[in-house]
Structure formats: structure tokens, C-alpha cells
């Protein structure tokens, strides 16, 4: 079982940074790749971006350049740092897992089907 926990959420003006923080349960989760996704009102959930066991990360192509992903295994937290941000960034976000150590991505974009744990999400808002 493996829970995870957003934080950092808040609301900015565009131009602005945030940085999320995703904190895991479990005394194996810092050997899985954790992702974050977001969904924005009236959309689907989309990937943003994802890093593997190693800290090899992945990026969708509307965040990639702007949003970056660590991890600190030693406190079993992974951290999506937000910068230049956009309206269009406003949404729920949320990291999950499916438990394996590499991305599960299609053109460096996280895939949500095989999450097998998510957390509840944080909201990002983006005033323009």
C-alpha cells in the first residue's frame, strides 16, 4: 500500500513560480517513479511531467522548459518546481504511481491508466 500526499498549492499571478511537493508512504516507494498529473475544469486529466527511480525525468511538450521534477529519496518526496506560469496551468494537481521504476510515458507525457495509487491533489490557480 502506498499513499501519497500533495502540498504546495496556492494561487499566483502568470509569470509567477510554485513549487509541489509529493510526499510517499512506504518503505519501497523511493525505488518507483512518481508523476504528476493535472486536470483543469471541464477537462480530462492530462500527464505533466514524471521521474524515474534514478531521477531521469520526462515532460509533457506544454510544460517542458517551465516545470521541472526532483526527488529526495531520503525523504521519500518528489517536487515539481512551476516556473513562468500560465492561466492555462490552473488546475487540480495530483501524483501518482504504478509502482514501477521507470515512466510510463508516451512522447515524454505521463499516461494516467496502471496508476495504481494517487494522491488527492493539490490546486494550482493562475491569475492572468
Known amino acids: 500500500q502506498v499513499q501519497l500526499v500533495e502540498s504546495g498549492g496556492g494561487t499566483v499571478q502568470s509569470g509567477e513560480s510554485l513549487r509541489l511537493s509529493c510526499t510517499a508512504s512506504g518503505s519501497t516507494s523511493a525505488y518507483y517513479a512518481i508523476a504528476w498529473f493535472r486536470q483543469a475544469p471541464g477537462k480530462e486529466r492530462e500527464g505533466v511531467s514524471c521521474?524515474?527511480?534514478?531521477?531521469?525525468?520526462h515532460s509533457a511538450a506544454s510544460v517542458k522548459g517551465r516545470f521541472t521534477m526532483s526527488r529526495d529519496s531520503a525523504k521519500n518526496t518528489v517536487y515539481l518546481q512551476m516556473s513562468r506560469l500560465k492561466p492555462e496551468d490552473t488546475a487540480v494537481y495530483y501524483c501518482a504511481t504504478d509502482t514501477h521504476s521507470e515512466c510510463s510515458v508516451v512522447d515524454s507525457t505521463p499516461i494516467p491508466y496502471g496508476m495504481a495509487y494517487w494522491g488527492k491533489g493539490t490546486l494550482v490557480t493562475v491569475l492572468s
Open positions: 521521474i524515474n527511480k534514478s531521477g531521469e525525468t
